[in-house]
């Protein structure tokens, strides 16, 4: 699998959020109504906050009942940025993030199979022949659509990893 592995300091994940159903594959509807029910103004001040990358509106998946490794139970999803910036209003929530290693997954192609693939695929594959470890149960993914191709798009998977012992 193509990776690569990217520090970051300490940071925030602001945006708005909600516990959802866990779904491994297709569209979760759950987390469409939340992305449909963000105001303009909670928009507006998540773009005035965005300051680092990636410089993309982002999932947020975290606080998960089965640690993602089961297609059942709940966890958080967030629909927002990443900021350094600690100066939020109370129409957002916000996720403080320590430094961390990354590992980053890009991945393209028939959206959301290609993205749901590869988040599997880190789980099953690369991480039983990797040097790495999860070092926190959550990640974040963003996706870019194709606008010339239907239902194609980029996405990046960004997983929390530490090296194994």
Not at 48 to 70: A, C, G, H, I
Not at 101 to 122: S, Y
Request: proline share 4%; charged share 25%.
């Amino acid at each position: 699998m193509e990776y690569k592995i990217v520090s970051k300091e300490t940071f925030n994940f602001v945006g708005v959020s909600k516990r959802i159903s866990l779904q491994f594959e297709g569209v979760n509807n759950e987390i469409v109504e939340l992305a449909q029910g963000i105001t303009e103004e909670q928009w507006k001040e998540m773009h005035e906050l965005q300051n680092m990358e990636p410089r993309e509106v982002v999932n947020v998946s975290y606080d998960s009942d089965t640690d993602f490794l089961e297609e059942k139970g709940q966890l958080t999803h967030l629909v927002g940025v990443l900021t350094t910036r600690e100066d939020i209003s109370n129409q957002l929530d916000k996720v403080s993030v320590p430094a961390l290693t990354w590992a980053v997954f890009p991945n393209e192609g028939p959206f959301p199979f290609t993205l749901q693939d590869t988040m599997a695929r880190i789980y099953s594959e690369w991480f039983l022949t990797s040097e790495y470890e999860l070092a926190f149960s959550f990640s974040f993914s963003f996706t870019k659509m194709d606008e010339h191709k239907e239902n194609y798009a980029y996405s990046e998977v960004w997983i929390p990893v530490k090296l194994r012992k």
